[in-house]
T-cell receptor, first 114, second 111 residues
């Protein structure tokens, strides 16, 4: 059974710092992996989607990498800002017949101090 | 475009009452999903509809029913609400196995 883990559960950094959020999954047979941002009391906002054939995706100050063989993805945030404070979630689409049954991690709560 | 809309935003029920959560999308996506989010548990899939006319169970379907009314609308029904169904419910849409887009959520409390 696919399991998705995000460590750490919470992270506090000073403004301007570069940081890495981690996501690990137990079964390497995935279709893709998606990173989301969630602000308190709000829905999820899609940040990046990495297909299983890709190694990384970039959007602005965000860069997500995928290493299927080791079951890991990282979200790199450059030059963090207080507005980046939110919970970051990763989600895995299992490969083969389970592609609609997305598995989410519990998230990393990020606080960027001004 | 509104994207994904959910109604109501908040709801309080008594144990045993029934209600339907509504979701509509204007993104012309074939697939729609219902999730629940609980503290420390992450999001868990309740039901999904891969395309109009089909629905399938997700990880936690017990106590829920769904209806894919048409391509735009996907509703979630609680026939007899229980306190364990207190949660935040999210609807999402996507095209096949690709990127998912979420609605703003419905906060449900069952007393």
């Amino acid at each position: 059974k696919q399991e998705v883990t995000q460590i750490p559960a919470a992270l506090s950094v000073p403004e301007g710092e570069n940081l890495v959020l981690n996501c690990s999954f137990t079964d390497s047979a995935i279709y893709n992996l998606q990173w989301f941002r969630q602000d308190p009391g709000k829905g999820l906002t899609s940040l990046l989607l990495i297909q299983s054939s890709q190694r990384e995706q970039t959007s602005g100050r965000l860069n997500a990498s995928l290493d299927k063989s080791s079951g890991r993805s990282t979200l790199y945030i450059a030059a963090s800002q207080p507005g980046d404070s939110a919970t970051y979630l990763c989600a895995v689409r299992p490969g083969s017949a389970g592609g609609f049954k997305t598995i989410f991690g519990a998230g990393t709560r990020l606080f960027v101090k001004a | 475009n509104a994207g994904v809309t959910q109604t109501p935003k908040f709801q309080v029920l008594k144990t045993g009452q029934s209600m339907t959560l509504q979701c509509a999308q204007d993104m012309n996506h074939n697939s729609m999903y219902w999730y629940r989010q609980d503290p420390g548990m992450g999001l868990r899939l309740i039901y999904y509809s891969a395309s109009e006319g089909t629905t399938d169970k997700g990880e936690v379907p017990n106590g829920y029913n769904v209806s894919r009314l048409n391509k735009r609308e996907f509703s979630l029904r609680l026939e007899s609400a229980a306190p364990s169904q207190t949660s935040v419910y999210f609807c999402a849409t996507g095209e096949s196995y690709n990127e998912q887009f979420f609605g703003p959520g419905t906060r449900l409390t069952v007393l």
